[in-house]
């Protein structure tokens, strides 16, 4: 409070005094107490006002102590079980919850993980996947601007994810790893890794490559072959010694029939082997008679190219062209789909084709495009443009309902690139994507389907579009999604088969250790997305006859269900609409691989150089209490003291209100009860 409101409150003193005091001291009616009474009642009055228009600032401080945080996080995958680890984990968790000094010390939080990071939950060890870097990226932002080490208990193998050492860039604080696992190493043959392309072409051959490893100091022998059935395709001896502890096979195999093939990789194991499960690992290839063949006709050389190429592809079953102008117009009945690349005046002939032929077209327009051209070449849609560029960016229209599209963030998409104008869709459409200018939508579309005279065409009015998958891959660190909507696409407009009203979306082939989901969308006779029915999905183990049957969930435009926690195998499978005789049949195989059986040991080196990295230190389950004693004793953990000052107005504090209407009342009740009123 400030010297000038002192000497204003100490003369809203003298005044209510003076006052009071002429009032009720000086040529009064009034005589005894009641004048003395009246006086101070009217002096408590008369200030309490004054003060409330000084409005005099009173500081208040409190202070809070805040202890350090301490996540622990427990490994939930199936590697623990398989590792007989399950008990050492429930032990660790029990020690350190029954540590009052610990809890006393720090605030501690307890975490899990598998395929994801999530907080603590009952433990089951059955998560097919570890993904020890997402629990890295997790704490990191949850604990960026705190003290905060962290208790990881795994057995650091990890089985996706990016490499969790050099994730631990971004922490701040220590990691105190307790390792699970046998620190002994056994002989061990395994099939590391297998890599092929999940489509072939009928009547060729598709490439396999698989990696071997071996872990020992004996020299040791083996054979490894590949068979279909009870048919052997390949096989070869291979040898391996502890300098020599890898080997890489590539080979081809052919297709020789239409259809999802399976076949088996194998490699002998040791006679005192421990783990054979990774010895063996079946794949399968779906063997198709013909491919989606995409033209992509361009006069200009631009970075979009490119990514239309390695998102198109991305599916093995699609081919991509690129061919200039003067060279398409005479080939373009080899293709399903014709992209058209900033199209001008040199794409007559080829537009004029596309009309003969009545092939599906797929416009990018943008800063190049000769729109005069394009608006007498073709009838759908038109734009009025000027000289002037702009810079739309996207909205996602959630009642598209031509095909299931997931929302991967458009609005967060970098603006592309185009002419000013407005684009006027002359025929029926739906859009996909709005226009918007500065977060304001324009009314103009930016990517929209048209379905006419038995054609598909599809117009994007922006050019950068390399610039979104760019950024795909920042948020999601795949190129997946953004991939995945432009192969939805790809595949809408390179058929022109008759759309159902019920669409189903399913793999032939699945691996038990990824997500198993099948997705459908319902129509209503007029051909809208109905969201309002109820879909169900009833499942048919080939094999054992044991059907199941589960709901499926909706999400946004689409139903979706995951099967995850059906076994490996073979299925077919009927999506039936309640109330309505509308279905669809279909078939897909499970494949067995449980990547989290592959391991033998703990990775103790990888989980040391963290704890170094980290500031840290690497214990086991019996060392837990050698852990607690140093967190105990460490120093840089502690309890951080925080003051918080709040300056309050008088005028906020409420009592002085009451106290004046009780003078008053009070002053007024007395003179009614005396007969002086």
């Not at 620190?183 to 072409?201: C, E, G």
């Not at 395709?233 to 195999?253: D, G, Y």
């Not at 809408?492 to 088969?497: F, H, P, T």
């Not at 709040?646 to 005028?651: A, C, E, M, Q, R």
Request: glycine residues 4%; proline residues 3%; negative net charge.
């Amino acid at each position: 409070m400030s010297p000038e409101t002192i000497l204003y409150i100490v003369f809203a003193a003298i005044v209510s005094i003076i006052v009071s005091v002429f009032m009720y001291g000086y040529k009064t009616k009034y005589r005894g107490k009641l004048r003395w009474l009246f006086g101070i009642l009217r002096g408590i009055t008369i200030f309490s006002i004054l003060l409330l228009i000084i409005n005099p600032k009173f500081k208040s401080e409190t202070y809070t102590t805040y202890k350090p945080k301490l996540s622990v996080v427990l490994d939930n995958s199936f590697s623990i079980n398989e590792l007989n680890q399950t008990e050492n984990v429930k032990y660790v968790k029990g020690l350190l919850a029954e540590s009052s000094e610990l809890s006393t010390k720090f605030d501690i939080a307890y975490f899990q993980f598998g395929t994801s990071f999530k907080g603590e939950d009952s433990l089951s060890f059955d998560e097919n996947n570890t993904n020890i870097s997402s629990v890295f990226n997790s704490v990191a932002e949850i604990f960026d601007t705190e003290i905060a080490p962290t208790i990881l208990v795994t057995d650091g193998n990890q089985t996706i994810g990016t490499d969790y050492e050099f994730a631990t860039n971004q922490l701040k604080n220590p990691v105190y790893p307790i390792i699970l696992g046998d620190s002994i190493k056994y002989k061990d043959l395994k099939i590391q890794q297998l890599n092929t392309n999940r489509y072939a072409f009928l009547k060729n051959r598709f490439p396999v490559e698989v990696v071997l490893v071996y872990s020992g100091t004996e020299s040791v022998s083996s054979r490894f072959t590949i068979t279909q059935g009870s048919a052997v395709l390949f096989n070869q001896n291979v040898a391996f010694s502890e300098r020599n502890n890898s080997k890489t096979i590539n080979l081809t195999l052919p297709a020789t029939k239409v259809g999802l093939q399976r076949y088996t990789a194998s490699i002998v194991p040791l006679e005192d082997e421990k783990n054979k499960v990774n010895n063996n690992k079946r794949f399968a290839v779906e063997v198709i008679d013909e491919a989606t063949n995409v033209l992509i006709v361009s006069d200009i050389i631009h970075p979009d190219l490119g990514m239309l190429k390695k998102a198109i592809t991305t599916n093995e079953q699609r081919t991509v062209t690129f061919k200039k102008s003067s060279e398409a117009a005479s080939i373009l009945n080899e293709y399903q789909l014709i992209i058209l690349y900033q199209p001008d005046r040199e794409f007559t002939s080829v537009y004029r084709e596309i009309q003969r032929l009545n092939k599906n077209t797929f416009a990018i327009t943008g800063t190049k495009t000769d729109w005069d051209f394009l608006n007498s070449a073709q009838n759908y849609y038109t734009k009025d443009v000027t000289n002037q560029t702009e810079d739309p960016s996207a909205l996602l229209n959630p009642n598209y309902g031509i095909f299931a599209i997931d929302d991967i963030g458009f609005d967060d998409f970098p603006p592309l690139q185009t002419l000013f104008g407005q684009l006027t869709v002359e025929v029926p459409h739906e859009t996909i994507l709005e226009q918007t200018i500065d977060g304001i939508p324009s009314e103009s579309p930016l990517l929209a389907t048209i379905e006419i005279n038995n054609t598909r065409h599809a117009i994007w009015d922006g050019e950068s579009l390399w610039k979104w998958r760019a950024q795909s891959y920042l948020k999601g660190k795949s190129f997946e999604d953004f991939d995945d909507f432009v192969g939805k696409m790809v595949q809408y407009l390179a058929s022109n088969k008759r759309r159902s009203r019920l669409e189903v979306s399913s793999e032939t082939f699945y691996h038990n250790n990824n997500p198993i989901k099948i997705s459908a969308q319902y129509f209503d006779k007029s051909f809208v997305f109905d969201n309002r029915v109820s879909l169900s999905i009833s499942v048919l183990n080939t094999e054992s006859k044991k059907r199941e049957t589960f709901p499926m969930l909706l999400k946004n435009n689409y139903f979706e269900v995951d099967l995850n926690t059906l076994e490996a195998g073979e299925y077919a499978y009927t999506i039936s609409v309640t109330n309505e005789e509308v279905a669809r049949s279909g078939s897909f195989t499970i494949l067995e691989f449980n990547i989290e059986q592959q391991f033998l040991n703990a990775n103790i080196a990888k989980l040391s150089r963290v704890a170094e990295k980290t500031r840290g230190k690497a214990y086991f389950p019996g060392q837990v209490d050698d852990l607690i004693n140093d967190l105990l004793a460490d120093e840089t953990y502690v309890s951080v003291q925080k003051s918080e000052q709040k300056v309050v107005s008088l005028i906020d504090w409420k009592f002085l209100l009451g106290l004046i209407v009780l003078a008053l009342s009070l002053e007024w009740f007395t003179r009614k009860f005396n007969g002086l009123i």
